[in-house]
């Protein structure tokens, strides 16, 4: 499957929210897009898409997470393959094209986030040469807007 990568651009927006829903995390175009404006304000990272015929078939959102502890590394805070696309190299391309950005940001290592139960991303990091590193658990608060 030949598939090209670029720069996520407003134009995405649409086609990004219908892969957000596949991995079942639901998003309007209007959700999508003012996110993606607050990563672009906020120089929180890049957002990289796939594209096969025309069509939109991937995403990654890598950022670089600078702290205290550990010298900089980025991070892979979203990845989604079109259900039809998966297996055929598109994941694998958009996590060169983050780890080729975050290595020309002084990254040293490139780390993800997955939810215990998503073993077959688990084995696709892991055949992308990323090792288990710890076990955590996760805590929210919702903040009270003002």
Known sequence: ???SIRSMTHEDCAAVAALCGQLGY???TDDIRARFDSITARGAGIVFVAENG????????ASVSPVLEADLYGEI?????DASCRSHGVGRTLVKAAEDWARAAGCGAM???SRV???????????NGYVRIKTQHAFEKKL???
Not at 54 to 61: A, E, F, T
Not at 117 to 127: I, K, L, Q, S, V
């Open 26 to 28: 639901p998003a309007t």
């Open 54 to 61: 025309g069509s939109l078939v991937g995403w990654i959102h």
């Open 77 to 81: 805070a979203g990845l989604v393959v």
């Open 111 to 113: 780390r993800v986030r």
């Open 1 to 3: 499957m030949h598939h």
């Open 144 to 146: 009270a807007a003002g």
């Open 117 to 127: 139960m998503r073993e077959r991303a688990h084995a696709f990091y892991e055949r």
